[in-house]
T-cell receptor
């Protein structure tokens, strides 16, 4: 058990809808990362938050947004969903300060499987 | 585009055999990490090797890093059926001033037959 909790585990929704994915990081970790995993794109970094502030952005669509709350849990909001958004969405956390995070291993949750029909 | 590329894409072996996976990357790195992913589950960190290290061991795992060739290998010795998983190498962005954005390769799917 990584200590990172993601809910829900599965989500099925229709095109055009909006969903919210939730992540509770490992106790003591200040950084939260969101990744998308799909068959064609592999694992893609979306966004990172450190102690409530956005720290890095990757290939995140404008239809997607995220935030980290004072209790350090994070939410990823996906709107105007398209069929191509179907994927596994992972949250990860690390103790790293957000500087040289490559020196802090990431701890992943088990993901939310999103299916857009 | 992917920073790390694993080779082979798939590997099938018998229990007790060794499994070797390779990773190549394109730019300078501070470190390289290996992760394992069981089907449908989250990734699990296996080992981190820093750019000034050439070899690192952890249990049945041995990782090498050759910065001149921009490549790394992961060796799993005496494999077990439970080692069946996908294995990914991951690197931080070049320059060492990362604020996240760990880049993963496409992974090697390892199947260990009992």
């Amino acid at each position: 058990d990584s200590g990172v909790t993601q809910t829900p585990k599965h989500l099925i929704t229709a095109t055009g809808q909006r969903v919210t994915l939730r992540c509770s990081p490992r106790s003591g970790d200040l950084s939260v990362y969101w990744y998308q995993q799909s068959l064609d794109q592999g694992l893609q970094f979306l966004i990172q938050y450190y102690n409530g502030e956005e720290r890095a952005k990757g290939n995140i669509l404008e239809r997607f947004s995220a935030q980290q709350f004072p209790d350090l849990h994070s939410e990823l909001n996906l709107s105007s969903l398209e069929l191509g958004d179907s994927a596994l969405y992972f949250c990860a956390s690390s103790v790293g300060t957000g500087g040289l995070i490559g020196n802090s291993p990431l701890h992943f949750g088990n993901g939310t499987r999103l299916t857009v029909t | 585009s992917q920073q790390g590329e694993e080779d082979p894409q798939a590997l099938s072996i018998q229990e007790g055999e060794n499994a070797t996976m390779n990773c190549s990357y394109k730019t300078s790195i501070n470190n390289l990490q290996w992760y394992r992913q069981n089907s449908g589950r989250g990734l699990v960190h296996l080992i981190l090797i820093r750019s000034n290290e050439r070899e690192k061991h952890s249990g049945r795992l041995r990782v090498t890093l050759d910065t001149s060739k921009k490549s790394s290998s992961l060796l799993i010795t005496a494999s077990r059926a439970a080692d069946t998983a996908s294995y990914f190498c991951a690197t931080p962005p070049p320059g060492g001033t990362s604020y996240g954005k760990l880049t993963f390769g496409q992974g090697t799917i390892l199947t260990v037959h009992p």
